[in-house]
Nanobody
Framework: QVQLVESGGGSVQSGGSLRLSCVAVGYTVSTHCMGWFRQAAGKEREGVAAIDSDGTSTYADSVLGRFTISRDNAKNTLYLQINKLQAEDTAMYYC????????????????????????????WGQGTQVTVSS
């Protein structure tokens, strides 16, 4: 049984930083596509970043230059480094994973950012809350 457990959320001031973690159980992060999504109150779930098994990472346009997705294969853990936090980043953040090595359901460009279809991510964590105050 696959379990994804997020941690690292919290309340921070605008301009601050956080690092979110996602520990995987029953699943190998290094050999699959994984990603981070977020959902603000009253809004649809939005993909913000993803990483393929070969280490290729992509980002949504709203987080370009501020978010960095990475993983530690030895710890079987996925990370999301969030810098220059803005009030608009306030949301529940979810770790998600696919059964594939290369991410499916991803469209866009490096310059304009990417869109991630949540339907292609079959495993989900419970989420960790990030709240940014100005």
């Amino acid at each position: 049984q696959v379990q994804l457990v997020e941690s690292g959320g919290g309340s921070v001031q605008s301009g601050g930083s956080l690092r979110l973690s996602c520990v995987a159980v029953g699943y190998t992060v290094s050999t699959h596509c994984m990603g981070w999504f977020r959902q603000a109150a009253g809004k649809e779930r939005e993909g913000v970043a993803a990483i393929d098994s070969d280490g290729t990472s992509t980002y949504a346009d709203s987080v370009l230059g501020r978010f960095t997705i990475s993983r530690d294969n030895a710890k079987n853990t996925l990370y999301l480094q969030i810098n220059k936090l803005q009030a608009e980043d306030t949301a529940m953040y979810y770790c998600a994973a696919q059964d594939a090595q290369l991410c499916g359901g991803v469209s866009g460009t490096g310059e304009l950012g990417y869109y991630y279809n949540p339907v292609d991510f079959v495993y989900w964590g419970q989420g960790t809350q990030v709240t940014v105050s100005s």
